[in-house]
Nanobody, 125 residues
Framework: QLQLVESGGGLVQPGGSLRLSCAASGFTLDYYTIGWFRQAPGKEREGVSCISRSGGKANYADSAKGRFTISRDNAKNTVYLQMNSLKPEDTAVYYC??????????????????WGQGTQVTVSS
């Protein structure tokens, strides 16, 4: 069974950091583009970052540039999203997604084949 599991969310104060993990089971992430998305209450799901199969290409939403870093460790079958300088507006449920055909472009495509269940990130003092 193909499964993605996110972890690392939680409550953090503004200016703090979190590292989200996206672990795959049942398939090898090497052959998949990975995206991170988020959805705040009452808002549409939006792309945050993506990374290519090789890890050589990454893209970020404007809101994430300079603060978030995506990386992948294919040996651990895991993708990470390091989030620094967090702001209250970063509060959302964060999802990772995987797709064997989609590329990683600055204009995020939401049509990924596989999705995790999400992890809550709350930025509040």
């Amino acid at each position: 069974q193909l499964q993605l599991v996110e972890s690392g969310g939680g409550l953090v104060q503004p200016g703090g950091s979190l590292r989200l993990s996206c672990a795959a089971s049942g398939f090898t992430l090497d052959y998949y583009t990975i995206g991170w998305f988020r959805q705040a209450p009452g808002k549409e799901r939006e792309g945050v970052s993506c990374i290519s199969r090789s890890g050589g290409k990454a893209n970020y939403a404007d809101s994430a540039k300079g603060r978030f870093t995506i990386s992948r460790d294919n040996a651990k079958n895991t993708v990470y999203l390091q989030m620094n300088s967090l702001k209250p507006e970063d509060t959302a449920v964060y999802y990772c997604a995987a797709d064997p055909r989609l590329g990683c472009y600055s204009r995020f495509n939401i049509d990924y084949d596989y999705w995790g269940q999400g992890t809550q990130v709350t930025v509040s003092s």
